[in-house]
């Protein structure tokens, strides 16, 4: 067998916990790491795979959007993601790090050792800060990060909010009513992220190869020891072996259907799709969390300074050309705002709900609005033996009396400020309209035309979960789980760094693993 084909780690999936992890292996010169990515490189480091696919539902589940790098084929589903502007890859590049007590949460659960001391280590850690090391910023990683400069509509937003008691502040971080914008990598010859920052230093290490357009079929077993990884690539099947481990890093989606198709799961899923037991591990595919959100759509009716030569086509053509010019990537990632951080109901003390206001050449402004501490519970599981076959998927969003009451209220909370001067005479609502008012029409809206993102908890941490409190798969030996799919429940604030951290973290247990075997 090539010597090629056999390293230390193999890691599947180079998003955010890919890349972190990937980072911290390499790092030590003795480790021969392999990362597998079934994209190119266009989408390698990305914290939200950027090329997105619909699985096939049936006529009684919403839209579901997965990453073309789990395998998932796409369908003639209809999309609405992209609908205002209000989709994950719109959120791609932000990094808010609140809901600090949700971590401490974990912990009290019975989850030990993944605490926010433990997470606010590894962020520091990853990251730095423009302004300087701050208690959730280091000073010595680059990229750096950086807010982005005002804008009239943007300013105009800030001032609203201002008038509903929502103030401003430089660094997003306290679970409190606050606002700011966006963290945003600082511009150096090419825009990047910290994510892609990690992946270019890791691939250019001789111990670390990058395999793309590899897409992982199952994991290979000798008994239940993980032994390496088959995989589909554009010259036909592969087979990796891993002399230490085998982690996975494809997400909520990604892992609990790759840990299926190789023979680890709940029995009865795998005897319905035609799939050899290797371990039995019931809670794999289960206790998924995502959020459902949805975006309002703005027209200028006030704003002097929105540029009127924007709306030819060639003043069209010119930004699009500029924006390719300064920053790499697919075209949904946007110039981010402002994220405001507010409770549903006014005289409330805790933060319920987000707002992301997001200025658009030509289209005005979309304000997407995402109800945080959802409790709705879904699944996901495979349906046959082939990546080919779609998964069975139950969303579970907005099917708690809890969610669909914090969602009515996120909405009404939204078109409450929108209302609110100076921003009322300068901007139209175009989108969905004001015909849509009352509750039921409010949940049809989000059901039917909104957005999900932050999947988490289908390979969740616990003595009840899928992996133990060093990410060990239950049932199995050499095999762990790295990323936000073992996270219990969702963080209150975004999940792309607790993903990252627990990649970062990650890379901390396997080093220390390697150093008790010694």
């Given at each position: 067998?090539?010597?090629?084909?056999?390293?230390?780690?193999?890691?599947?999936?180079?998003?955010?916990?890919?890349?972190?992890?990937?980072?911290?292996?390499?790092?030590?010169?003795?480790?021969?790491?392999?990362?597998?990515?079934?994209?190119?490189?266009?989408?390698?480091?990305?914290?939200?795979?950027?090329?997105?696919?619909?699985?096939?539902?049936?006529?009684?589940?919403?839209?579901?959007?997965?990453?073309?790098?789990?395998?998932?084929?796409?369908?003639?589903?209809?999309?609405?993601?992209?609908?205002?502007?209000?989709?994950?890859?719109?959120?791609?590049?932000?990094?808010?790090?609140?809901?600090?007590?949700?971590?401490?949460?974990?912990?009290?659960?019975?989850?030990?050792?993944w605490n926010l001391a433990r997470f606010v280590e590894a962020f520091t850690a990853m990251e730095g800060y423009a302004a300087g090391a701050t208690r959730l910023h280091g000073d010595d990683r680059p990229p750096a990060e950086a807010v982005v400069p005002l804008d009239a509509t943007s300013e105009l937003w800030i001032r609203t909010l201002a008038r509903q008691g929502i103030a401003s502040v430089e660094e997003l971080g306290e679970d409190r009513m606050q606002a700011g914008y966006t963290p945003q990598p600082v511009p150096t010859v090419v825009r990047t992220s910290t994510v892609r920052s990690l992946a270019h230093g890791y691939a250019r290490r001789r111990n670390v190869r990058v395999r793309l357009h590899c897409t992982a079929r199952r994991i290979l077993f000798d008994g239940v020891t993980a032994s390496g990884v088959e995989a589909a690539t554009p010259r036909g099947t592969v087979r990796f072996h891993a002399r230490r481990e085998v982690i996975l890093c494809a997400g909520a989606v990604g892992n609990p259907l790759l840990l299926e198709r190789s023979g680890v799961g709940d029995s009865e899923v795998l005897t319905t799709a035609g799939v050899h037991l290797v371990a039995a591990n019931p809670a794999v595919g289960c206790n998924l969390r995502q959020r459902r959100g949805a975006a309002i759509t703005l027209w200028p009716s006030g704003v002097p300074e929105h540029d009127p030569e924007l709306v030819t086509p060639f003043a069209r053509l010119r930004a699009r050309v500029g924006r390719a010019?300064?920053?790499?990537?697919?075209?949904?990632?946007?110039?981010?705002?402002?994220?405001?951080?507010?409770?549903?109901?006014?005289?409330?003390?805790?933060?319920?709900?987000?707002?992301?206001?997001?200025?658009?050449?030509?289209?005005?402004?979309?304000?997407?609005?995402?109800?945080?501490?959802?409790?709705?519970?879904?699944?996901?599981?495979?349906?046959?033996?082939?990546?080919?076959?779609?998964?069975?998927?139950?969303?579970?969003?907005?099917?708690?009396?809890?969610?669909?009451?914090?969602?009515?209220?996120?909405?009404?909370?939204?078109?409450?400020?929108?209302?609110?001067?100076?921003?009322?005479?300068?901007?139209?609502?175009?989108?969905?309209g004001t015909d849509v008012a009352d509750p039921a029409d409010v949940l049809r809206y989000v059901r039917e035309?909104?957005?999900?993102?932050?999947?988490?908890?289908?390979?969740?941490?616990?003595?009840?979960?899928?992996?133990?409190?060093?990410?060990?798969v239950h049932g199995t030996h050499r095999l762990r789980v790295a990323d936000a799919s073992v996270m219990p429940t969702l963080t209150t604030g975004d999940t792309e760094a607790a993903s990252m951290a627990v990649g970062w973290i990650a890379g901390d247990i396997l080093r220390n693993a390697n150093t008790r075997s010694r």
């Open positions: 067998m090539s010597s090629k084909k056999i390293v230390d780690y193999i890691i599947v999936g180079g998003g955010a916990a890919g890349s972190a992890l990937a980072h911290r292996l390499g790092e030590n010169p003795q480790n021969q790491v392999l990362l597998i990515q079934a994209d190119g490189p266009d989408e390698l480091g990305h914290p939200m795979a950027s090329r997105l696919a619909q699985v096939p539902l049936g006529p009684q589940f919403q839209d579901w959007q997965a990453p073309r790098t789990l395998g998932v084929r796409q369908v003639g589903h209809k999309s609405t993601d992209g609908l205002a502007g209000g989709s994950t890859e719109a959120r791609r590049t932000i990094r808010s790090r609140r809901g600090e007590a949700d971590y401490d949460t974990w912990a009290a659960a019975g989850v030990s050792g010019l300064r920053r790499p990537g697919p075209p949904a990632q946007v110039d981010m705002s402002i994220l405001a951080v507010l409770p549903s109901e006014r005289g409330a003390s805790r933060p319920d709900m987000e707002l992301l206001f997001t200025p658009a050449p030509v289209m005005g402004a979309t304000v997407a609005f995402l109800p945080q501490s959802c409790t709705s519970v879904g699944r996901i599981h495979i349906s046959g033996p082939a990546l080919e076959d779609p998964p069975r998927l139950v969303p579970g969003y907005l099917s708690t009396a809890h969610d669909k009451e914090l969602t009515v209220a996120a909405f009404a909370r939204t078109r409450e400020i929108l209302a609110t001067e100076p921003f009322a005479s300068a901007m139209t609502e175009t989108f969905p035309n909104g957005f999900t993102e932050q999947a988490v908890g289908t390979c969740s941490l616990g003595s009840g979960g899928v992996v133990d409190d060093e990410l060990r």
